[in-house]
């Protein structure tokens, strides 16, 4: 399986701020994802990043508020933007090389927002 | 899109007990379902994969069963340890989308 490197794995910003989250895997993967888990909750997916063209957001995420880029099969960010104290959650990246793969997923970024 | 439960939201369990998590969901064209552990404060670790051809897989004191026509699939643990204590996730695609949807979790916690 794909192996990602996330960073930064947590941070402290403030209210206004915007952070932008990295996501590095070790081998080409077709399909990328970035998924919230607000505390004490499960995981919410945000959007699908696609390589080369404009992320596909799920409802409740525009792209204003988490604008995400993936220019090649590796790499992808994901911006949390004009942060409030809501936005305060784990953010993770998950990667799937092909359909009959399984999901592999970062080790996760821990964002509190002051 | 996928909807996925998982049942019980919390368990504690004695140590050496056999135990099975549950969780359904509403979309039976299913491509993969996959099983996660996360620990308090950690990322995911993947326990099983099942993909859509398959009925079960096992790793160890892992069994997962998947049955796609009632729209359930159990995650059977043997001889539970303490060591297993954390939050068991259940997720699942479809057909129509390449995402995994994720249900709530289910806590466990194995007393020594």
């Known amino acids: 399986s794909a192996v990602i490197s996330q960073k930064p794995s947590r941070d402290i910003c403030q209210r206004g701020t915007s952070l932008t989250i990295q996501c590095q895997v070790d081998?080409?993967?077709?399909?990328m994802f970035w998924y919230r888990q607000q505390p004490g909750q499960s995981l919410t997916l945000i959007a699908t990043a696609n390589q080369g063209s404009e992320a596909t957001y799920e409802s409740g995420f525009v792209i204003d508020k988490f604008p995400i880029s993936r220019p090649n099969l590796t790499f992808s960010t994901l911006t949390v933007s004009n942060m409030s104290p809501e936005d305060s959650s784990i953010y993770l990246c998950?990667?799937?090389?092909?359909?009959?793969?399984?999901?592999?997923f970062g080790s996760g970024t821990r964002l509190t927002v002051v | 899109k996928q909807e996925v439960t998982q049942i019980p939201a919390a368990l504690s369990v004695p140590e050496g007990e056999n135990l099975v998590l549950n969780c359904s969901f509403t979309d039976s064209a299913i491509y993969n379902l996959q099983w996660f552990r996360q620990d308090p404060g950690k990322g995911l670790t993947s326990l099983l994969l099942?993909?859509?051809?398959?009925r079960e897989q096992t790793s160890g004191r892992l069994n997962a069963s998947l049955d796609k026509s009632s729209g359930r699939s159990t995650l059977y643990i043997a001889a539970s340890q303490p060591g297993d204590s954390a939050t068991y996730l259940c997720?699942?695609?479809?057909?129509?989308?390449?995402?995994?949807?994720f249900g709530k979790g289910t806590s466990l916690l194995v007393t020594p």
């Open positions: 997720a699942a695609d479809s057909n129509s989308g390449y995402a995994l949807n």
């Open positions: 998950s990667a799937r090389q092909a359909r009959n793969y399984g999901y592999t």
């Open positions: 099942i993909q859509s051809s398959q």
């Open positions: 081998s080409q993967v077709t399909m």
